[in-house]
Antibody, heavy 122, light 107 residues
Framework: QVQLQESGPGLVKPSQTLSLTCTVS??????????WSWIRQPAGKGLEWIGRIYTSGSTKYNPSLKSRVTISVDTSKNQFSLRLSSATAADTAVYYCAREDVAVTAGGFDIWGQGTMVTVSS | SYDLTQPPSVSVSPGQTARITCSADALPKHFAYWYQQKPGQAPVLVIY???ERPSGIPERFSGSSSGTTVTLTISGVQAEDEAEYYCQSADSSGSWVFGGGTKLTVL
């Protein structure tokens, strides 16, 4: 079955760009009717949706992060990526990638990666 | 900003029924979704489109909706159901929003 795996630096310096990649295995990122999202969770806190990309390349971002976020897709590598610029300590969190099945769950994130911890610190 | 309001905690004894609510003005206009998250693990979808249960989720998990409140009901709670539960819905711009989470304690 489809699995997601996040990867990227675990430590980012303040003011630098946080960059993560989600690799999709067990299926093609281009097949089916799916959105691919990034979601984060600071330690001991709740979930925050960052944004999503459709396989066509169309994106939608959380308005509170929109000015700093870019999500892109590389169908040849079966990956999608997150870039969050001007990182601060407030961006320290576990970052998850997740799939949204438009046809079935219509908004529910049915598959999640295991999450990767990113710390913003000098 | 758009807020989905959940109680911080709910406690029940094994075998009882747990009800976790999520409230917001726009909930009648958008579907709600529920996730279970255990410590150190990624969330798991347990209810989608207000009332639908994904395959593999036990029948004791159910969802309902009434006005500006949606409810996750866990019937016959088991010790393994102890977890944090989050609701999710859309705001007026179509962005996804999560509730603050409810810690379910099985006494």
């Amino acid at each position: 079955q489809v699995q997601l795996q996040e990867s990227g630096p675990g430590l980012v310096k303040p003011s630098q760009t946080l960059s993560l990649t989600c690799t999709v295995s067990g299926g093609s990122i281009s097949s089916g009717d799916y959105y691919w999202s990034w979601i984060r969770q600071p330690a001991g806190k709740g979930l925050e949706w960052i944004g999503r990309i459709y396989t066509s390349g169309s994106t939608k971002y959380n308005p509170s992060l929109k000015s700093r976020v870019t999500i892109s897709v590389d169908t040849s590598k079966n990956q999608f990526s997150l870039r969050l610029s001007s990182a601060t300590a407030a961006d320290t969190a576990v970052y998850y990638c997740a799939r949204e099945d438009v046809a079935v769950t219509a908004g529910g994130f049915d598959i999640w990666g295991q999450g990767t911890m990113v710390t913003v610190s000098s | 900003s758009y807020d989905l309001t959940q109680p911080p905690s709910v406690s029940v004894s094994p075998g009882q029924t747990a009800r976790i609510t999520c409230s917001a003005d726009a909930l009648p206009k958008h579907f709600a979704y529920w996730y279970q998250q255990k410590p150190g693990q990624a969330p798991v979808l347990v209810i989608y489109k207000d009332i639908e249960r994904p395959s593999g989720i036990p029948e004791r998990f159910s969802g309902s909706s009434s006005g500006t409140t949606v409810t996750l009901t866990i019937s016959g709670v088991q010790a393994e159901d102890e977890a944090e539960y989050y609701c999710q819905s859309a705001d007026s711009s179509g962005s996804w929003v999560f509730g603050g989470g409810t810690k379910l304690t099985v006494l």
